[in-house]
């Protein structure tokens, strides 16, 4: 199985900056994919971006194209997201999710969230 932990959430400024570290334990051989969620008020979960393995190949809402980024370390077990030029519509917790193969199905890990408000 693997586990996942989100962390560097918080408040900033429109126009400012956060990175977001998703923490992984567990079976990491076996994670194909990475992705970072956000769930903003009166909206259902969106997927903002991913990060497929091996190819290494990374997708992003069109909303955050040019603004954030999805990078992982391998060494350090843990996927970030660069968030720059901030927006208060990214307002939203924020989900890391792991797809991992358990069991031989393909199986989600998500973590708990972290909240990023973005005020004007």
């Known amino acids: 199985q693997v586990q996942v932990v989100e962390s560097g959430g918080g408040l900033v400024q429109a126009g400012g900056s956060l990175r977001l570290s998703c923490a992984l334990s567990?079976?990491?051989?076996?994670?194909?994919?990475h992705a970072w969620h956000r769930e903003s008020p009166g909206k259902m979960r969106e997927q903002v971006a991913n990060?497929?393995?091996?190819?290494?190949?990374?997708n992003y809402l069109d909303s955050v194209k040019g603004r954030f980024t999805i990078s992982g370390d391998h060494a350090k077990s843990k996927v970030y997201l660069q968030m720059d030029s901030l927006r208060p519509e990214d307002t939203g917790v924020y989900y890391c999710?792991?797809?991992?193969?358990?069991?031989?199905?393909?199986?989600?890990?998500w973590g708990q969230g972290t909240q990023v408000t973005v005020y004007t």
């Open positions: 567990g079976n990491m051989a076996s994670i194909v994919e």
């Open positions: 999710r792991a797809v991992h193969i358990f069991n031989g199905r393909y199986t989600d890990a």
């Open positions: 990060l497929l393995k091996p190819s290494l190949t990374t």
